[in-house]
């Protein structure tokens, strides 16, 4: 049985009120962005280093009736990372993972390795270079909060219920009943990936309607 | 050796998360166990409210104890509204403070000048004063020329603000007053004037009836005007709570937004046809006899009978006057019974009872009509008109949430009572889960109607003194109704205590009569002469010669914001008070302005942040909260409570040593708020509340003077009681704060509806869910046991606080009103007792077929303002709307990085099919022009938006976000979207109409 801990994301209930994605970046005090509206509400464009979690926007019919779907994306903390076992081979030190909580954590030393293979390991498309340090970068978890007993900033500030944290079992549990209530009005809806990852989505529509890496194609 | 926690936090800190252990040159792998420090470990933690929307989410401020300053600011997990949740404004607080381009010195732009030059406090309050005393001077009213006393200037005006605690508000509107100012005005105006306008002659209170929490409690959630899920993203904990117990969120706007993504049904509504939607809601209620009967008669003044003279007829009532556009309302009175009281038929049957009338009056609002008004199609206007009226039961609950869609219109009010009726029909008013709920915008913008920084009103609610009630009784006389009806509580029959404690709490010394005439007057004029209009039509024509623009920003928040901006230049000097620059401090520099040709001399006196200092603010919901300092103020900035405090202390120096114009209540305000050299905001908070001026016998109780007063009960009309707001009184008492109170504790009755009655203090009395007498049946049982507000035990009342304390059917329940009923026909107002519908003043119709009447014939309008009707020049309907990311104009928000960088730049949303037509494309840099002005925007092409058949033609409508102006850092070519808005409003309120209005767009 798989221990540690676990996010599982309610879609469903997502606003894309964008709290995640500033909470985030409020606990880590990142730097802001500079950034040009593009014809769209999504901004930042994508991933970076001083954006972990990124709402994604996304227009779109399902049955001829307009839907505006949110993916508040981040770092899926995968059970069995790929990203760690292409940096394992070079450095088993670069990415690391926590014990307690399964954490997927990238260090300083990820600056070494090949971003551009470690960010096609990913069936995910996290990972992202610092252009300033040359680390690669991406969702810790809070770790730092986590381990203290603290929720992550994301899930602590989601106003709906989107975001939950906490140990695996209740987690999966969670989010099974959830996907049966959902399917009574969205036969469609689905858990993304649910026994491979530790950030487990709840799509209410196709996932390839959210994003193209919201689920694992490959 | 181990790697210590200090230093692995610093690496994870510096390396933003990436965890860096290489320096260490250990073998980490397999990998083990660290423990991780938190950076707020060492911190001192306060509680605050957010300073954004009027959700009111609690804060957790994290302060260093070394620097003092902040480093973190989250949620509050023990609040019960936001339960430690908060949206990306609450979230981005810290930066706000701590990380933004803060004005921390006093700056000071000359005369002709085109720079600010950094001043210092001692420089700049004495010059202010100096200023503000020589206007005053210059331009005090003793008399009007009727000869009536007036005590007044009207060459100063104060603008704003909703952004400043309840304390703070309240003291500055009492040294406006002192200095005779008349001419006060503030986001209260802009924002849910029209909401205090409808509601209170709806229900008899001019605010949300219910509270946040107690949306979970709904059965179905109908969102007009509002989208609650971008503008109060924490409304969508509990709306998303109600919808997992099964209820249906419908929501109608014009444009498909966060709001319409969550709902069951969303509907595409024209801009300016909601009275259309809403007529057509009460006939389709009516004819399927789907209102509540026994709530009807019981509770609403339906069975009320009309007096002979109320006629209606092609869109005029009775009464109407064309030369002064003004309605005589004599002519709408009750027919009169035996003992004085109105006339009656409890069978509803009479056909000149209201009941009657009010089917007589919507008989019009036809499927076909409505659906050719609104472009909502016949059947999806069928269908949510059943779902929402299936809320007519009493195991049922539905309620309404709006906000500025509408409230900002020249039928605004009638908007509003439009929502009013239809609920009062369908039983929905005070029940849990039930309402009308104005999504009040800003942290304190109902505490700041509360405490009247508006022109109309003195705190509470009271009448503001006009020029023909030349002595307190005459005051009295003319605010005091009179009832014959014994089972009418007529509390406003109370009138004169609230005033006298008022005047006692402004002017102590003074005896009633004497304070009384300190008080400035109004002329007895419409109120919309004294209102945000009209202040920027006398600016413009330089009949004012000072400003205060307190924490707003009228030259982007407001309508025909050019104007206003043109209006600025014919000050002679500006007091600011804010954070940031703003486009209304920095007007002067702004598009078009040529600074060496503008005179006016401007004082930017820089504000703290919220977070910085303490006060209590009023959320919507009516919840006082109060907040406690966490830093201290950063740089040279200040409370505002200080800055009033400084710049009040220099002004009343100078009439102490020189004397001046009527200098007696400038002296005679009671302004003691001061410990230890510095604003005391519960200082304040006690004369707000009320204190036994001296020992006081009241219903039998006795108290000591200087006791506080416990309940707006104990107030007298004698002079013993001083308390500044009486609809605050409760809030600060001898057993402490209660505005501070962190209980969460309450009754499984009450805890089954979520009230959290020992959780701060909610006026009035503490009272969570008004009018919810309604709630309960004639033995005082709930008629919805399973949502029970209120409960008869056979001796007292049980759960909320009962709205008044009678027993079971001793009194109506609506005990604000004269008759004691909600109304359903609604006499107070200045364009009529039935809503009508009415174009907006620029439409794309040059006629409708509801009446001959186009547009409201009361409207408020200037002259030589031009209106785009059905012109080819200006083919689309427009709105404007906000953001999540951005609040109000955006002067705090876009100095927050983290903000900015979701919403950079103003852009304008548009249907595919106008896209095509103009050959736009999502990206592309596009001209809106109005008959007013023209902004510079980027499309956003978008399925949410399409286009409507209006009376069988197709209308395109576009829609902008108001919240980027000239100074939007990297906005380019950006400003306000208030350009295009023009400068027409409500005839009860004056609010503009800033939500639909005509425009061209094309590719820039």
Request: net charge neutral; hydrophobic share 35%; with cysteine.
């Amino acid at each position: 049985m798989v221990t540690g801990k676990s996010f599982f994301i309610d879609q469903s209930r997502c606003t894309a009120c964008r709290g995640c994605q500033v909470a985030c970046k409020q606990w880590k005090k990142f730097p802001w962005i500079n950034t040009v509206q593009m014809g769209s509400y999504q901004n930042p464009q994508d991933l970076g280093p001083n954006t972990f979690k990124l709402v994604r926007f996304s227009e779109t019919r399902v049955d001829n009736v307009v839907r505006w779907l949110f993916f508040p994306e981040q770092c899926r903390h995968c059970l069995d990372p790929p990203c760690k076992m292409t940096a394992d081979m070079y450095d088993r030190q670069a990415i690391i993972k926590d014990p307690s909580t399964g954490a997927v954590l990238y260090t300083e030393r990820t600056r070494d390795l090949n971003a551009r293979e470690i960010r096609e390991a990913c069936p995910y498309d996290i990972p992202r270079q610092d252009p300033a340090t040359g680390a690669l970068t991406k969702c810790n978890m809070c770790i730092d909060r986590v381990s203290n007993g603290l929720l992550p900033a994301c899930v602590k500030t989601c106003p709906t219920g989107t975001m939950h944290f906490g140990d695996r079992a209740e987690m999966m549990d969670m989010a099974r009943k959830r996907l049966t209530e959902l399917r009574q009005k969205r036969p469609q809806a689905t858990l993304v990936d649910a026994q491979d990852v530790r950030v487990i989505f709840l799509a209410e529509h196709d996932p390839r309607l959210y994003h193209a890496y919201l689920r694992d194609e490959m | 050796m181990s790697i210590s926690r200090r230093q692995f936090l610093k690496l994870t800190a510096t390396a933003g998360g990436a965890a860096a252990l290489s320096q260490l040159g250990f073998d980490l792998s397999p990998v083990r166990a660290y423990a991780y420090e938190l950076y707020t470990k060492p911190a001192k933690v306060t509680h605050s409210v957010c300073c954004y929307c009027a959700v009111g989410c609690g804060l957790l401020v994290f302060t260093d104890k070394r620097t003092g300053r902040a480093i973190n600011i989250e949620g509050d997990p023990e609040h019960p509204i936001n339960e430690g949740t908060l949206c990306p404004k609450g979230s981005s607080i810290w930066q706000t403070t701590e990380a933004s381009p803060r004005v921390t010195k006093v700056l000071y732009r000359a005369p002709h000048s085109d720079k600010w030059e950094e001043k210092s406090w001692a420089w700049a309050l004495p010059r202010i004063a100096a200023k503000v005393k020589a206007v005053r001077d210059s331009s005090f009213e003793l008399k009007n020329d009727k000869g009536q006393t007036v005590n007044r200037t009207r060459a100063l005006t104060s603008l704003g603000s909703a952004a400043i605690d309840n304390e703070e508000g309240w003291l500055y509107q009492a040294m406006l007053r002192a200095l005779g100012l008349v001419y006060i005005d503030s986001h209260a105006r802009i924002c849910h004037s029209s909401t205090v306008g409808a509601l209170a002659e709806s229900f008899g209170r001019g605010a949300m009836t219910n509270h946040w929490i107690d949306m979970k409690n709904s059965d179905v959630i109908l969102i007009i005007g509002s989208n609650a899920a971008e503008n109060h993203p924490i409304s969508f904990k509990w709306i998303t709570r109600a919808m997992e117990r099964g209820a249906t969120l419908v929501h109608i706007d014009p444009r498909f937004t966060r709001t319409s993504a969550k709902a069951d049904i969303h509907a595409h509504i024209r801009s300016g046809s909601d009275i259309a939607f809403f007529g057509g809601m009460i006939k389709y209620i009516i004819d399927n006899k789907l209102y509540q009967t026994p709530y009807v008669q019981d509770n609403t003044n339906a069975s009320l009978v009309l007096g002979e003279a109320y006629s209606f007829h092609d869109g005029l009532f009775a009464g109407f006057d064309p030369a002064s556009r003004s309605y005589d309302r004599k002519a709408w009175s009750y027919a009169t019974g035996e003992n004085g009281a109105p006339r009656e038929d409890p069978t509803l049957s009479d056909p000149r009872c209201v009941m009657q009338l009010l089917g007589a009056h919507y008989a019009r609002y036809d499927l076909d009509t409505v659906s050719g008004l609104t472009g909502v199609p016949r059947d999806q206007l069928e269908n949510i008109y059943k779902t929402f009226a299936a809320t007519g039961r009493a195991d049922k609950a539905g309620t309404m949430l709006y906000a500025m869609g509408q409230t900002q219109h020249t039928v605004g009010v009638q908007n509003i009572r439009a929502m009013a009726i239809a609920q009062l029909l369908l039983g929905n008013i005070g029940i849990a889960g039930g309402g009308v709920n104005a999504l009040r915008g800003e942290s304190n913008v109902q505490g700041t109607t509360d405490v009247a920084l508006i022109a109309e009103i003195l705190p509470g609610y009271l009448a503001t003194p006009r020029a023909s009630q030349a002595s307190l009784a005459a005051y009295n006389k003319a605010n005091t109704p009179i009832s014959h009806d014994p089972k009418s509580a007529n509390w406003w029959g109370n009138f004169p205590k609230y005033a006298a404690s008022y005047l006692k709490a402004v002017y102590d010394k003074a005896d009633l009569e004497t304070a009384y005439a300190w008080h400035p007057k109004l002329e007895d004029v419409p109120v919309t002469d004294y209102t945000w209009l009209n202040i920027f039509e006398r600016m413009q024509a330089g009949e004012f010669k000072g400003a205060f623009v307190w924490g707003q920003n009228p030259a982007a928040g407001g309508a025909n914001a050019g104007k206003n901006r043109r209006a600025m230049a014919n000050l002679d000097f500006m007091i600011v008070a804010n954070l940031f620059h703003n486009e209304s401090s920095d007007f002067w520099r702004g598009p078009g302005m040529n600074p060496k040709n503008i005179k006016t001399e401007v004082f930017f006196l820089p504000a703290c942040m919220s977070v910085e200092k303490s006060g209590s603010v009023a959320n919507s919901g009516r919840w006082l909260q109060w907040r406690h300092q966490g830093p201290k103020p950063l740089g040279e900035s200040k409370p505002d409570g200080d800055i009033m405090l400084a710049l009040w202390r220099e002004i009343r120096s100078l009439y102490a040593k020189q004397g001046g114009a009527f200098p007696d209540p400038v002296l005679g305000l009671y302004a003691d708020y001061l410990t230890d050299g510095a604003y005391d905001a519960e200082k304040v908070a006690r004369r707000v509340n009320g204190t036994f001026l001296k020992d006081t016998t009241v219903g039998g109780k006795a108290f000591k003077a200087g006791q506080q007063v416990p309940s707006f009960i104990m107030l007298t009309d004698d002079g013993s009681t001083a308390a500044g707001c009486w609809l605050y009184t409760g809030y600060y008492i001898d057993e402490g704060n209660q505005a501070a109170r962190r209980d969460r504790s309450q009754t499984p009755a009450q805890a089954n509806i979520g009230l959290f009655p020992k959780w701060t203090w909610s006026w009035p009395a503490n009272r969570r869910i008004l009018y919810n007498r309604a709630s309960v049946d004639q033995s005082g049982q709930p008629l919805d046991p399973s949502r029970a507000v209120i409960a008869w035990d056979g001796a007292k009342w049980e759960g909320d606080v009962p709205d008044g304390g009678w027993k079971p059917d001793e009194k109506y329940p609506f005990i604000m009103l004269l008759e004691g009923r909600g109304h359903l026909f609604g006499p107070g107002r200045q364009d009529g007792p039935f809503p009508e519908h009415y174009e907006p003043l620029e439409s794309p119709l040059a006629s409708h077929p509801l009446s001959s009447q186009r547009v409201n014939p009361t409207a408020l309008v200037f002259p030589e303002e031009p209106m785009a009707v059905r012109d080819p020049r200006f083919p689309y309907v427009c709105t404007t709307f906000r953001l999540t990311e951005t609040w109000q104009s955006n002067t705090m928000t876009r100095q927050t990085g983290w903000l900015r960088e979701c919403q950079p730049q103003g852009f304008c949303e548009i249907s595919r099919e106008l896209g095509d037509l103009l050959g736009v494309r999502g990206g592309d840099l596009v001209a809106l022009d109005s008959v007013r002005g023209t902004v510079y925007v980027i499309a956003m092409v978008t399925e949410r938006v399409r286009p409507f058949t209006i009376m069988g033609e197709t209308v395109h409508q576009v829609g902008l976000p108001w919240a980027f102006g000239w100074m939007q850092p990297g906005g380019g070519r950006t400003d306000s979207a208030n350009l295009l808005s023009p400068s027409v409003g409500d005839p009860n309120t004056g609010i503009p109409e800033t939500k639909a209005f005509m425009v061209n767009l094309r590719r820039a």
